[in-house]
């Protein structure tokens, strides 16, 4: 993480791509609280530099549900996924709650 954000400043899309990735790592690991601020971190700068209605603000949203579904948080963790909802749809993709089966979803990296 200190190398990329080195080369890519560290409030850049790849350095949130990295962050979120590595929430998926400590979510395996069932690290929760570890994921859980990974993944916030990966939002803040998401947010940054995609804006809220960006594909990759929405997975992100949708990973700290799930890491909040698992602290048992669940009103924060339905919160997360009606926030990523609205912007999946925003962007002509149809959430399902069975979408909830395949997290975390990871980034192999953007344009």
């Given amino acids: 993480l200190n190398i990329i954000g ?3 400043g560290h409030n850049h899309r790849t ?6 990735n590595m929430g ?8 929760w609280e570890g994921a859980l601020e990974t993944y916030q971190q990966a939002l ?13 603000v929405a997975a992100t949203l949708s990973n700290l549900g799930a890491v909040l579904e698992k602290l048992g948080k669940n009103d924060e ?4 996924f009606k926030q990523a909802a609205e912007i999946w749809e925003f962007n002509g993709i ?15 990296g953007g344009g």
């Fill in 6 to 8: 080195s080369i890519f």
């Fill in 15 to 20: 350095v949130a791509d990295t962050l979120n």
């Fill in 24 to 31: 998926g790592v400590r979510y395996a690991q069932e690290h």
């Fill in 44 to 56: 803040d700068i998401a947010l940054s530099v995609l804006g809220g209605k960006h594909p990759d």
């Fill in 77 to 80: 963790s339905d919160e997360r």
């Fill in 94 to 108: 149809e959430w399902k709650e069975e979408m909830r089966n395949f997290l975390p979803l990871n980034f192999e």
